[in-house]
C-alpha cells in the first residue's frame, strides 16, 4: 500500500488512519480521495461495487454530528482513535463518550505517539494482527528491519483494544 501525508496532516493523524486500515482493513478498502481537503468523505471506507460506502471510518476526534450523520447514512461507523484524545474527547462531551450507534477503538497512546515519532519521509512498515496484539516494525532506508530486541520495537508492540466493541 502505498500512501501520501497531506502537508497539513499531523504525523500521529497519518499513524492513525494507518492503523485504522491495517486492524479494520476489509475488501473494497479505501483511503480518501482527494486527501483532507475532501471534508464530507470519511477518513477510510469501505466501498460497494456502485460506490456506495457500506463502513465509515474517522480517526482522532471528529464532532459528534459527523459521526451521527455517517450512522444515518451508513450500515457501520467505527471511530480510531487513541487514549489520550479519547479522554480530551469526553471532557468536551461532560465525561461521555458520545453515543452515535458506532465503535469506538481507542489504541494505545504510546504506540501512536512512538510510530509517529518513527516517520521518515519514506518509510516502511511490516504489521501483524494476531490474537488482538497488533506488532508493527518499521523498515529504515534499503528495506534494513529495526533489531527486534531495540527498546524501539518493543515500544512498537502493543495491545490493540477498544472503548466500545470488539476491535476486528
Not at 456502485?50 to 471511530?79: C, E, F, M, Y
Request: charged share 30%; net charge positive.
Amino acid at each position: 500500500m502505498l500512501h501520501a501525508q497531506h502537508p497539513s496532516e499531523k504525523s500521529e493523524r497519518l499513524i492513525l488512519r494507518l492503523l485504522a486500515y491495517t486492524l479494520l482493513y476489509e475488501p473494497g478498502m479505501a483511503f480518501r480521495k482527494g486527501g483532507l481537503s475532501e471534508g464530507n468523505a470519511p477518513d477510510v471506507a469501505v466501498r460497494d461495487i456502485d460506490d456506495r460506502i457500506l463502513h465509515w471510518i474517522d480517526v482522532g476526534t471528529p464532532t459528534l454530528d459527523r459521526l451521527q450523520k455517517a450512522a444515518r447514512h451508513t450500515p457501520r461507523v467505527s471511530l480510531v482513535t487513541h487514549e489520550h484524545l479519547l479522554q480530551r474527547w469526553k471532557r468536551q462531551h461532560d465525561g461521555q463518550l458520545p453515543d452515535f450507534s458506532g465503535r469506538i477503538v481507542s489504541l494505545d497512546s504510546e504506540l501512536v505517539e512512538t510510530l509517529a515519532a518513527t516517520l521518515t519521509r519514506r518509510f516502511e512498515w511490516q504489521a501483524t494482527l494476531s490474537g488482538g496484539v497488533l506488532r508493527c516494525q518499521p523498515w529504515r532506508a534499503k528495506r534494513r528491519l529495526v533489531d527486534p530486541s531495540s527498546r524501539e520495537t518493543a515500544l512498537l508492540t502493543r495491545r490493540a483494544h477498544s472503548a466500545r466493541g470488539e476491535a476486528k
